[in-house]
């Protein structure tokens, strides 16, 4: 019972640090999270959290390492604690791609694909401004606890 309520805490830990993206603060979570991922026997995440320390530590200079640490996450909503990590930023810009790409239907060619790319970030903008203009409402990506008095 209290392995796993260490385990919560350290992942709590990380996520709080990437929200408001502390840099240093991950690095000490991945410290970690590298013994949490080698008593699991997730050898791959535990390579992967080497290399990260090793790199800033010992092969990167100063000012790659700055680069290493403070790049982790990114705010794109522009509010304090309110940060995401590049690679889910990333995977939200994939999906909106691949939306446009889909919408190409058989006008589909190079040229195309690269007017798609050119426009990824401004689609996004496009897309939160027609759901606000028509009210739609975003989901939190959270789960909400079910109201029992609707049934």
Request: net charge neutral.
């Amino acid at each position: 019972m209290l392995f796993k309520y260490c385990h919560r805490v350290c992942y709590t830990w990380s996520s709080d640090a990437i929200c408001e993206g502390d840099g240093y603060r991950i690095l000490r979570c991945w410290r970690y999270l590298m013994l949490v991922f080698r008593s699991r026997q997730r050898k791959n995440y535990c390579i992967k959290g080497l290399n990260l320390l090793a790199q800033f530590h010992f092969y990167l200079n100063e000012r790659q390492s700055h680069q290493l640490i403070w790049s982790r996450c990114i705010n794109i909503h522009g509010l304090p604690g309110q940060n995401v990590p590049c690679d889910l930023f990333l995977e939200h810009l994939n999906k909106i791609c691949k939306l446009a790409i889909e919408t190409l239907g058989s006008n589909f060619s190079e040229k195309a694909l690269e007017h798609v790319g050119h426009c990824v970030g401004i689609l996004d903008g496009l897309f939160d401004q027609f759901d606000s203009d028509f009210c739609i409402d975003k989901l939190s990506g959270r789960h909400m606890l079910a109201d029992s008095e609707k049934e």
